[in-house]
């Protein structure tokens, strides 16, 4: 979207103000050329509500935080594609979710329960999805996530997302009578992982 000058086929550049009928600013914007370079929105508190910084067309950052002060989300927009977000309730609790990585981690659960099953009857880890009995990885798919492949125990989910691609590792532990889980990446950004993959 672009902003001309009232009347106007001229590009405006400025300063564009709201306030509420309080006279408290509501929101701002700070304009070149007719496109927004920043834009901020506040809370009639005065607590500010959300502040975007713009790199180019489609591509920018984004903050948010609720009224009480605690930020809300951030994210990281390139070309039109979110490339980072995190999210926090109110009590500033990570509450990030993912579209891809959460596929992800409910795909692969069918997948830990196998490799945990297993193991508990062998005592190794199975070498493949055909040992643990699984079907072929690619065959293990959803919207996101293009395979979950089984080697030697570890899985791997591969993601294609809105962020680009990557891989989801889930490795197991033997704790004497259970099988414990670390999750981690060898190429996603920490930023979009949950909270126990980082």
């Known amino acids: 979207m672009l902003f001309y000058k009232k009347g106007s086929d001229e590009l405006f550049t400025g300063q564009a103000i709201e306030k509420y009928r309080s006279g408290q600013t509501q929101m701002s914007m700070s304009i070149v050329d007719g496109a927004i370079e920043t834009a901020t929105d506040w809370y009639e508190s005065g607590q500010k509500q959300r502040e975007l910084i713009s790199d180019g067309p489609e591509s920018g950052h984004m903050t948010e935080w609720y009224e009480n002060g605690q930020m809300k989300s951030q994210h990281t927009v390139i070309g039109g594609r979110i490339e980072e977000q995190e999210t926090w309730d109110e009590s500033g609790i ?105």
């Not at 999805?129 to 293009?146: C, M």
Request: aromatic share 6%.
């Open 94 to 198: 990570d509450t990030t979710k993912i579209p891809e990585i959460e596929e992800a981690i409910n795909l692969v659960g069918g997948a830990r329960a196998a490799v945990t099953e297993y193991y508990m009857d062998t005592g190794e880890y199975p070498a493949d999805n055909s040992s643990a009995g699984l079907s072929e990885g690619s065959q293990i798919r959803g919207r996101y996530v293009t395979s979950v492949d089984v080697d030697a125990g570890e899985i791997s989910a591969r993601i294609e997302g809105d962020f680009g691609s990557g891989t989801l590792v889930f490795s197991p532990t033997d704790n004497v009578g259970s099988i414990s889980w670390q999750c981690s990446s060898p190429d996603l950004s920490p930023k979009l992982l949950p909270p126990a993959c980082k």
